[in-house]
């Protein structure tokens, strides 16, 4: 057994030192070893780049690799750049930072292949200047692309797309988690970037196809435009995608913002069981949300709003759509709808609860919409409250819980609120029932010991505050909150009778008598009468009298 136990302690820490060695960091700070560490990293590892400039003339790679973390030593995408040779492809346009190997003319830059990998992390680096694609997803070999994870990095003037991942039949880019990064262009490209057939036009965020579980959040797209005003998607989904979910995503200017699909030439659903949601588009020239041959897809609470007189809110492809459900949406744009109704729609199709607006100007409903700034507005009378209920959003774009019923639009709307605090006054040791009621419905108030009570109200509105006790008078009163306020409650014992003919509760000469019959008696003799024994001491004495007395002929109406 000794023997037995032994051989099981060296097993354990041959397995523990063979982890511990085949998991290592490597850090580096050139191009050349960077390539070396990805060509070399094992199972575990971790790349972390020192801050500064990495150039590459040619793509890095990295090919049939697991579990490896590639991330900024600082955290900091603006500080660990890798940059490629020129946003453009045509010579005449081309800057010079790093010379184009002359076998690659005409073919255009990539800064990351990934082929054939899986659980891989990107973090905190910026992709700068590539005249075709940013990161690349490819299955050459068929095996699929797993788990890959990019988070918080910034893809910035890269011509055709920032993340481009190919076709291959059968074999998915699945797992895909696209989180808090920015896509931005601050250029524009010509019309001999592309084939002539584009005009310039063949510029996008990402371009993904086969993609399967993925999750697109917290991202925001800037600026993605092409020379025509018809660029593609900043998220651009297609070809047998299917259960992903794009959501908090914000766009500003760019020509689409979301596409699911592509209806040229398409066969089948490109796009299935996904959903958009809790979206954020300042629309460019073009489209805020296009969906074409999908199916079963949920276009859920979205804020689109444009400050142009050309973009479109929402199109559906001519045909190919399938059991589309869009709710609570606010749409705002042209040639989208025709009446209410979305164009398009089929009778497998479903539009509620959505509000439509055309027109160029952005309307008071928002806090600062040609900042921006979305969150609604007191006055948007038109989208609180104005959505269904929906299971599949119970949080808006900042994670706030949607109302019963919600507002329509990307944000829920949030009251101010403010503090109604103050004492309860009352005989006796056992605490008073009291109620606050508003808008919200009927509320317990939570009286401490020493008679202090502080709820949370609404700015602006009013409510009913209301304290029950035996052998009080009920209280009631009204409160209009216009900011933090005092309701000091003074509950008047003595009300021991209640005369059933009578709108009112007094405490009058019928009480006195109940006491005085009870007089001096204790809890427990013959004489007691508990509704007497006002203070609750257990003796009906002269401080009851008193009690008594002090609120002689006070009143309170019935409810």
């Known amino acids: 057994m000794k023997k037995i136990l032994i051989f099981c302690i060296a097993l354990f820490s041959l397995v523990a030192f063979s982890i511990s060695v085949s998991a290592a960091t490597r850090n580096v700070s050139t191009t050349a070893q960077l390539r070396t560490a990805l060509d070399a990293c094992q199972p575990g590892d971790e790349i972390v780049l020192s801050s500064g400039t990495y150039l590459v003339d040619r793509p890095l790679i990295l090919d049939g690799k697991k579990n490896i973390t590639i991330r900024s030593a600082s955290g900091n995408s603006q500080d660990t750049i890798i940059k490629g040779t020129s946003f453009h492809k045509v010579d005449s346009q081309r800057t010079t930072d790093v010379l184009r190997p002359p076998d690659e003319k005409n073919e255009g830059d990539e800064l990351l292949w990934i082929y054939s990998s899986s659980n891989i992390t990107i973090k905190g680096i910026k992709f700068h200047w590539a005249s075709c694609h940013g990161i690349k997803f490819n299955t050459p070999d068929g095996t699929g692309i797993l788990n890959i994870t990019i988070e918080n990095c910034h893809f910035l003037d890269i011509n055709e797309r920032m993340l481009k991942g190919t076709r291959s039949d059968g074999h998915y ?18 019309a001999e970037d592309h084939d002539p057939e584009f005009g310039g036009d063949y510029v996008g965020g990402m371009d993904l196809m086969h993609v399967k579980g993925a999750l697109v959040s917290g991202n925001t797209f800037k600026n993605i435009r092409g020379p025509l005003e018809g660029a593609r998607g900043g998220i651009f989904m297609w070809h047998g995608s299917e259960n992903v979910t794009v959501e908090k995503n914000t766009f500003i200017g760019c020509d689409r913002s979301i596409c699911f699909g ?57 045909s190919g ?38 027109g160029n100007s952005i309307p ?44 329509i639009g990307a944000f829920e709307y949030v009251s101010p609120t403010c503090k109604l605090s103050g004492t309860v006054s009352f005989a006796g040791k056992l605490l008073p029932i009291v109620t606050i009621t508003g ?23 009013s409510y009913t505050i209301k304290a029950t006790k035996a052998r009080h008078l009920p209280f009631s009163a009204s409160v209009s909150i216009l ?8 509950m008047l014992v003595g009300n021991i009778v209640d005369n059933p003919a009578s709108d009112k509760y007094v405490i009058d000469i019928d009480d006195l008598i109940v006491l005085l019959g009870s007089y001096k008696a204790t809890t427990g003799s013959t004489k007691y009468n508990a509704n007497a024994d006002l203070n609750e001491s257990g003796t009906i004495d002269i401080d009851d009298l008193i009690l008594l007395l002090g609120n002689y002929k006070k009143s309170a109406v019935k409810a």
């Not at 419905?441 to 020493?450: D, K, S």
């Open 173 to 190: 880019l699945e797992g895909l988690k696209i989180i808090n990064n920015t896509f931005e262009n601050t250029q524009i490209p010509v």
């Open 321 to 358: 759509n399938e059991y589309i459900d869009i709710k609570n949406n606010y749409l705002h744009g042209r040639n989208h709808y025709s009446g209410s109704v979305i164009s398009n729609m089929n009778s497998t199709c479903v539009e509620s609860n959505n509000l439509f607006r055309s």
């Open 483 to 490: 900011a933090d306020d005092t309701c000091q409650i003074k």
């Open 364 to 407: 008071a409903y928002f806090e600062n919409g040609a900042e921006g700034d979305f969150h609604l507005k007191s006055s948007a009378a038109n989208l609180i409250g104005k959505g269904v209920p929906l299971s599949d959003v119970a949080t808006d774009f900042d994670g706030v819980s949607r109302e019963t019923p919600p507002s």
């Open 439 to 461: 808008p919200d419905g009927v509320r317990p108030v939570t009286i401490a010991a020493n008679g202090s009570y502080e709820v949370s109200v609404i700015e602006g509105v």
């Open 262 to 318: 592509n209806g040229t030439g398409a066969v089948g659903a490109h796009m299935k069981n996904s959903i958009i949601r809790n979206n954020i588009v300042m629309m460019g020239k073009d489209i805020g949300i296009e969906l074409a041959c999908v199916s079963n897809v949920k276009v859920y609470n979205n804020t689109v709003c444009q400050s142009t007189a050309n973009g479109r809110g929402i199109i559906l492809g001519a």
